[in-house]
């Protein structure tokens, strides 16, 4: 039978839960590279048109269906307040940007929908959720800064405008009395503001 060694009290206080030193500076290196890291590559890649280096806010103007339209709300506050320079893209007034949100997100999809360099960033949900965890500042990091003063004044920001070719009709009459679809505008009779958009 072998003796027994026991610890002397200086030995116990060496041992503690502690990994050893170098496995602590190798933890906390890896943690270093983690905060360094593009948070924005934890996100799904998904780039609607136009929208790899600035925000694109999908939304709806129609107050249909409530919660919908109190969403598209909240986000567009929040995004104004970061004082960011976004897109708004309403589906509402232009069926293009309705079926660009679907094809970019491979489905029908309903608005607010929203788009950071390129990668999609989710619904209201998902976006308020960063917000009060403090993560969706870092997300808008490098996004250019909006210097407008208010609204445009051509649109007032609704980012549409009458057409100025069939003044909203989305008809032309011919000579003849004929008539046929304006090319210039949308199934609306608007056309994208050409000052601000």
């Known amino acids: 039978m072998r003796p027994r ?24 290196e890896e943690e270093e590279e983690n905060d360094n890291a593009d948070p924005l590559l934890a996100f799904e890649e998904k780039c609607p048109p136009g929208g790899c280096g600035t925000v ?6 129609l107050r249909g269906i409530r919660k919908t339209f109190e969403d598209c709300g909240k986000i567009r506050f929040l995004l104004n307040s970061f004082r960011i320079l976004y897109y708004e893209r309403d589906v509402s007034m232009h069926t293009e940007f309705k079926e660009e949100l679907w094809d970019v997100l491979g489905g029908k999809a309903v608005p607010p929908r929203v788009f950071i360099k390129g990668r999609y960033i ?11 965890q403090g ?23 609704m980012k549409f405008v009458v057409c100025f070719k069939c003044n909203g009709s989305h008809k032309l ?21 050409p000052l601000c958009c």
């Open 5 to 28: 060694i026991e610890a002397e009290p200086d030995d116990l206080e060496k041992s503690s839960d502690e990994p050893p030193s170098k496995t602590r500076r190798i933890e906390e």
């Open 56 to 61: 694109i806010f999908y939304t709806t103007s």
């Open 122 to 132: 989710g619904g209201a949900e998902q976006v308020l959720g960063l917000h009060e």
């Open 135 to 157: 993560k969706l500042k870092k997300l808008l990091e490098g996004v250019p800064i909006d210097s407008s003063t208010g609204p445009c004044e051509c649109c007032g920001g």
């Open 173 to 193: 009459v011919g000579e003849d009395s004929s008539a046929t679809e304006c090319s210039d505008c949308n199934e609306n009779g608007l056309i994208i503001c």
